[in-house]
């Protein structure tokens, strides 16, 4: 799981967001800018789990073009003085928003089904890259089958196989409660 680093003020996100906004509080400085970190007011699904954060009082052209390099990913679709939220998408960017804010949701350690940490987990490893929503299905299978995680000839794993697939998969890539 995780570890949610606090950052200036009490806000606490993961390791590679707390990097890039300790980056970018360097960067500022020397620039001579002041800049402030928030959580957002209105919490776009990511802010509860370590990856939203509001960045104030620094100059949004400037803060967009650096983005990238960061790993940061602006809320909206381009720049605006009024909407300086940004999240830090890390191993999920590739997967659609509610998959995203679920994936993000079960790294933390978050609540979660089996299923959804079994995805997670094979996500990680790279055998699955369909959403993350907690359905069983055939590319789930598939993938677990390919991680070794299943028994063979099951297609439907009780809860105890699939507590024992997510405890091997989080030995694997540790995500989620221990």
């Known amino acids: 799981m995780p570890t949610l680093i606090s950052h200036r003020g009490g806000l606490r996100h993961v390791a590679e ?7 970018l509080d360097r960067d500022a ?4 800018y002041p800049i402030r970190f928030r959580d957002p007011e209105r919490d776009r699904g990511l802010t509860a789990w370590g990856r939203e954060v509001e960045i104030l009082d620094f100059p949004v052209d400037i803060l967009w073009a650096a983005s990238p390099t960061l790993g940061l990913t602006p809320w909206t679709r381009e720049p605006d003085d009024g909407d300086r939220v940004f999240q830090h ?6 997967l659609p928003y509610p998959s995203i804010v679920a994936a993000a949701r079960v790294d933390a350690g978050g609540p979660s ?3 959804e940490q079994v995805q997670v987990g094979l996500y990680l490893w790279g ?3 369909g959403p993350i929503h907690g359905l069983w299905t055939g590319e789930v299978v598939m993938a677990a089958k390919a991680a070794g995680v299943l028994t063979p000839g099951v297609i439907r794993p009780s ?12 030995r694997r890539f540790p995500f989620g409660r221990a």
């Open 17 to 23: 967001l707390a990097t890039a906004l300790a980056t």
């Open 113 to 115: 089904t089996l299923v």
């Open 127 to 129: 055998l699955y890259k």
């Open 159 to 170: 809860e105890d196989e699939l507590s024992h697939a997510a405890r091997r998969l989080k």
């Open 29 to 32: 400085a020397r620039l001579g």
């Open 89 to 94: 998408l890390g191993p999920w960017a590739k």
